[in-house]
């Protein structure tokens, strides 16, 4: 666990590689990731009513409600987080800061042609959420999960008639809510068409912020 209380958001539109940037967090500093679309996945799993309610706008690129079970981790005196998956619109913003002060917020600013190409090429794991790239993370065997040999599918709004759609809607919900944090000046931009080319300036930016627990050169 890192020694400083830190809570920061990592904001981009679908397939520019928050949950991958949010691991390496996670991985380097030691804090708690936390994503929106796996604790649904969980508590969906295991028979969380509390969150079935917050699921109506979900699917064919939806932008669900923040489940009610999931703000009060941000709050814990434990939580030092990188979350991912939310806020994603300007209400979900200002619920999080009832509950929250951020300490910082990361926006992923990727080429419109790069996020097309990558959502169009992923399959996924339902069960798990595990996120598959036919052109730079296949799997071993075409069409099945590593781990668990299950087939992948492609999701209806990754499929490339639904992608352009998908990506307005975030960038018209996304810009009030990037506003809101550049304004209060804990908006920090990383722009590319490659996350490992972008990780290292996260790194040195969260390596100002609170101390690392592995090296750059580790992850």
Request: proline letters at 7%; hydrophobic letters at 40%; a positive charge.
């Amino acid at each position: 666990m890192a020694s400083k209380l830190l809570r920061a958001v990592v904001l981009g539109p679908p397939g520019s590689g928050k949950g991958t940037v949010c691991e390496r967090i996670a991985r380097s500093f030691g804090l708690q990731h936390l994503s929106s679309g796996q604790f649904l996945r969980e508590s969906l799993g295991g028979g969380g009513a509390a969150v079935v309610l917050q699921l109506r706008g979900c699917g064919a690129g939806g932008f669900a409600s923040i489940p009610a079970a999931f703000l009060p981790l941000l709050t814990a005196p434990f939580c030092c987080g990188a979350c991912t998956g939310f806020p994603r619109t300007l209400g979900q913003a200002e619920a999080l800061d009832r509950i929250c002060k951020l300490d910082l917020v990361i926006s992923l600013n990727i080429p419109f042609e790069t996020l097309k190409d990558r959502l169009s090429a992923r399959w996924v794991h339902p069960a798990s959420g595990r996120v598959y790239n036919m052109d730079f993370n296949p799997p071993h065997v075409q069409g099945i999960d590593d781990l668990t040999g299950e087939p992948l599918v492609q999701r209806e709004d990754d499929k490339p008639d639904a992608v352009a759609a998908r990506l307005r809607k975030y960038k018209d919900a996304a810009k009030p809510v990037i506003e809101l944090y550049k304004s209060r000046g804990i908006l920090h931009s990383f722009s590319g068409t490659e996350t490992n080319k972008i990780w290292p300036y996260v790194y040195t930016l969260l390596s100002s912020k609170i101390p690392p627990v592995i090296s750059d050169e580790e992850n």
